[in-house]
């Protein structure tokens, strides 16, 4: 399977899992490492974490985004044109995206 492909069906994945979160109060916990073959140490990356309820997801066409918006107000977007993996599991799902050589973002959601 190429690139491009795995991308794709990933991208599908994503809004698939996402799409049932409305509704739903979220927790996200945020890592972005500068150097990913180190992984999420502190001294290599910074972690966020927020909770919100999310009252529209919607895909944005143009650029390849998904996002999440919040009541509270807020939003959060995933670039899936550099996703690398999808996971889930009860009531939460590990997404990561990869820019450039280094740098990783890894997005753990939890539902309240």
């Known amino acids: 399977m190429n690139t491009n492909t795995l991308k794709s069906e990933l991208a599908i994945q994503l ?6 979160l409305e509704g739903k109060t979220i927790e ?10 180190r992984g999420y140490d502190r001294h290599f990356s910074i972690f966020n ?13 143009s650029g ?5 918006y ?3 107000p807020i939003q ?3 670039f899936t044109g550099e996703l690398s993996s ?6 939460e799902l590990v997404i990561i ?8 973002r890894k997005t753990v959601l939890k539902i309240c």
């Open 15 to 20: 809004g698939e899992l996402l799409e049932p």
């Open 28 to 37: 996200i916990e945020e890592w972005l490492t500068r150097d990913r073959d």
């Open 49 to 61: 974490k927020f909770k919100f309820t999310v009252e529209k997801t919607m895909w944005q066409m």
């Open 64 to 68: 390849g985004n998904y996002y999440l």
């Open 70 to 72: 919040g009541k509270e």
């Open 76 to 78: 959060y977007g995933f």
């Open 86 to 91: 999808v996971t889930a599991e009860k009531r």
């Open 97 to 104: 995206e990869q820019y450039e050589e280094k740098t990783e």
